[in-house]
């Protein structure tokens, strides 16, 4: 337990320092190389990297239409259910961010519209190492199948016999996705950024990965003209703030559900109660035993922090310091300390709001900010599947009134074309007659004619 009081402030920050995301030399170069090799021989390089790192040998990327009906035929109805109704929560809020086009009239003859149209083609990233994650592929499928997406391609790394979880194939098709490929890795993330012979590149990848997968999107969205990312990615947070009426049980469940995503993962308490630290620490032995992933969660355990603060304000200035991917506030008074925190990907209020919760089927989005980057960054939401743009539209009276201050600041920059489009159109074509334009404020016509 540490006692934030008592610490320097070179101890706080080694207090607050997350788990060191591996960017060497090797990491760098070992990704460049897949992704020179997928631009250099494209679909031969997706076979031979699925075969070389997850050890099978397709005959196909492209995921068969008749294993669609297959997967769903193979779940039971319990699952099935169980996914549909999580697709309705999330589909229920994501709804409610549909964007309205604004249209302002910023004076007389000059009309602005900022509006919105859905990115054309994405990628989902779906991992799949341990176990499959049909969550994801909601997360992510849900807002591309209302945004409009006109092309949405999703991507998994196979299992040893080459084929996809049923739940993720399920969860694809009733987000309307029909275009799989059974690849993963680096070498998938340079296929939709490039393109090979079967797979036609996209214009932005969104989802969760590993180091390589991180490293590929990093690198492809600094080098291909208008390919995106959807944001920086790092090991899985939970912070969690809890007061002396908090229950330790809860507590510690909500932090070992995150320590269990991997090694590599941190969870940190944040305590004004020395015996409620204590009581939790007492819960995550004993809950750590029961998990069939203990020995995940035991590492991530040993990189993670309790941390004693003088009051409740002080965990909050804490926990901005921080800027957790996932912060759960389990205190008696939650409105004031909701008021006070803000750097957080997503907030998690009260005693019965765990973070499983929004991972799985409250209907807000999991795909989050990490590694601090929370302070900077939003939460995925529909946004993010769309791009926004603005329209002018000036009337001649428009541009009169507006023209002598144009004609000032261009001066001032010493942008003699940009003056001279404006004082060609109001000047009878004399570029130095600006000072003498003056607006004709009596013709109705073309002062009202914004469209």
Request: include cysteine; charge should be negative.
């Amino acid at each position: 337990m540490f006692i934030w009081q008592q610490l320097s402030k070179s101890q706080q920050v080694d207090a607050l320092a997350r788990p060191a995301i591996s960017d060497s030399d090797t990491l760098e170069q070992g990704v460049k190389r897949i992704i020179n090799a997928v631009a250099e021989n494209g679909d031969t390089a997706l076979f031979d990297f699925t075969k070389n790192f997850d050890g099978v040998a397709l005959d196909d990327l492209r995921l068969a239409k008749s294993q669609f009906q297959l997967a769903e035929q193979a779940l039971s109805q319990s699952r099935k259910d169980a996914i549909n109704t999580a697709y309705q929560q999330i589909k229920t809020f994501h709804s409610a961010q549909r964007f309205q086009d604004i249209d302002v009239e910023t004076r007389p003859g000059v009309r602005c519209q900022l509006k919105s149209e859905a990115i054309e083609s994405v990628g989902l990233y779906i991992p799949a190492g341990s176990a499959p994650l049909p969550s994801t592929v909601l997360m992510l499928g849900v807002p591309a199948q209302l945004a409009g997406c006109e092309r949405v391609v999703l991507v998994c790394p196979p299992d040893k016999n080459g084929k996809l979880a049923n739940e993720i194939i399920y969860a694809a098709s009733i987000c309307g996705i029909d275009e799989i490929y059974r690849i993963g890795g680096a070498q998938a993330i340079a296929a939709l950024a490039l393109g090979t012979q079967t797979i036609a590149a996209v214009n932005k990848v969104f989802g969760p990965g590993n180091k390589y997968v991180t490293e590929a999107k990093k690198q492809l969205s600094q080098s291909v003209p208008g390919f995106a990312i959807d944001m920086p990615a790092g090991p899985s947070e939970l912070l969690v703030i809890a007061d002396k009426g908090a229950n330790p049980v809860f507590v510690a469940a909500d932090l070992l559900s995150q320590a269990e995503h991997g090694t590599d993962s941190q969870v940190i308490l944040l305590s004004d109660d020395e015996a409620t630290i204590n009581a939790v620490a007492e819960q995550l032995q004993l809950q750590l035993e029961t998990l069939s992933r203990k020995d995940i969660a035991k590492k991530a355990l040993a990189q993670s922090r309790l941390i004693l603060c003088a009051d409740i304000d002080e965990a909050a200035l804490v926990s901005n310091l921080y800027g957790p991917e996932h912060l759960s506030l389990q205190v008696r008074d939650t409105d004031t300390l909701l008021s006070k925190v803000r750097n957080a990907g997503s907030v998690f209020v009260g005693d019965y709001s765990p973070e499983s919760a929004g991972d799985y089927a409250s209907g807000t989005n999991h795909v989050l900010p990490t590694y601090g980057y929370s302070k900077v960054a939003s939460s995925l939401s529909l946004a993010d599947f769309s791009r926004r743009y603005t329209v002018q539209t000036l009337t001649k009276y428009g541009l009169q009134s507006l023209a002598q201050t144009i004609v000032e600041l261009t001066d001032a920059e010493g942008l003699d074309a940009h003056q001279r489009a404006v004082t060609l159109r109001v000047g009878n074509g004399n570029s130095d007659s600006i000072g003498g334009i003056e607006c004709d404020e009596s013709s109705v016509q073309d002062k009202g004619d914004v469209a």
